[in-house]
C-alpha cells in the first residue's frame, strides 16, 4: 500500500538555519522564481515522519500507513518589539500572511489544520489552531521504542466528544498491544467511557481516572498544544535541515 504524504508548514521563531548546510549534500531544494521579500525563507525537514493510524493488518505488525513532511518558517526572536512599529508591523503581516498563501497553493497546506504556529506565535498573533492527527500520529511513532509506552496518561479536554474519541482510537490502536496501563486526567464523559469499553474490550486493559500523569508513563494531551509544538520545534531545530528557497 502507498504510503500517504501529509505536508505541515510550521512557523516559529529561534535562529534561521545557516550557512553551514551549503557545502553539505542537499537531498530537496529548489528556487521558487520570487521576488526576494515577498515571503519568508522557506525551509523542509531533511526527513520524514512515519506515522500509523489503523489497526495493524500484518500478523500485528506495526507499519506506518503515512508519513508527515515538516516545512518551516523562523522568524527572529524579537518578532515582539518588531510588531510594535506599525511599519514592520505590516511588512511582517504581508510576508507572513504571502508564505501562507504560498504553501496552500502549491504545497496543500490548508490553513486549518496543516498551518502551525509555535506556542510563541500564537500568543503573539492572537492565533486559535487545530492540530491534525498525523503530528500526533508522528510522536507517537517517534516515542514508540521507549519503555515507558507500556504506560500511558491521556489529557482529555472537559468536552470530550464522540469524534475525538474515535479519532484516540484510531491514533493508539497500533500501540494497544504493548501497553499495560491507560490513565484519563478530564472528567469522565460518555466518550471517555466509549473508550474505556473499547480498550477494555479489545485488548483487556482497565483504565483509571487520576489528576496527574504517572511519572514512568508517556502522556498525550488533547487539552493542549503545548507538547506538540515543542515535538515540532524540536524536529526543525534539531538535525540536518534542507532550504526550499
Known sequence: MEKQIRNLYYLTTG???????????????????????????????????????SKPSVEGKLMATGEVQIYFSVLPETIGKDLLK??????????????????????????????????KLCTLFDRN??????????????????????????????????????????LLWPYLSRMNSIIFVGKETRAAQDLEDFFYEEYGIVTEYGDSEKEDALYLNFSQQREMLKFLDTAVKTGYNTGVN
Open 129 to 170: 489552531q487545530k492540530l491534525p492527527p498525523e503530528l500526533y500520529g508522528a510522536f507517537l511513532w517517534e516515542m514508540r521504542k521507549r519503555e515507558h509506552f507500556r504506560s500511558l496518561t491521556l489529557y482529555l479536554p472537559e468536552e470530550c466528544s464522540f469524534a475525538l474519541a474515535e479519532s484516540v482510537k484510531s
Open 15 to 53: 535562529t534561521m538555519p545557516g550557512k553551514k548546510e551549503k557545502n553539505k549534500k542537499k537531498r530537496f531544494a529548489f528556487f521558487l522564481g520570487r521576488r526576494k521579500g515577498e515571503i519568508l525563507p522557506l525551509f523542509q525537514c531533511a526527513r520524514c515522519f512515519p506515522y500509523a493510524l
Open 86 to 119: 506599525p511599519r514592520n508591523r505590516k511588512k511582517w503581516f504581508a510576508r507572513i500572511r504571502n508564505t501562507m498563501d504560498y504553501m496552500e497553493r502549491d504545497f496543500g497546506c490548508t490553513e486549518e489544520e496543516q498551518i502551525l504556529f509555535s506556542e
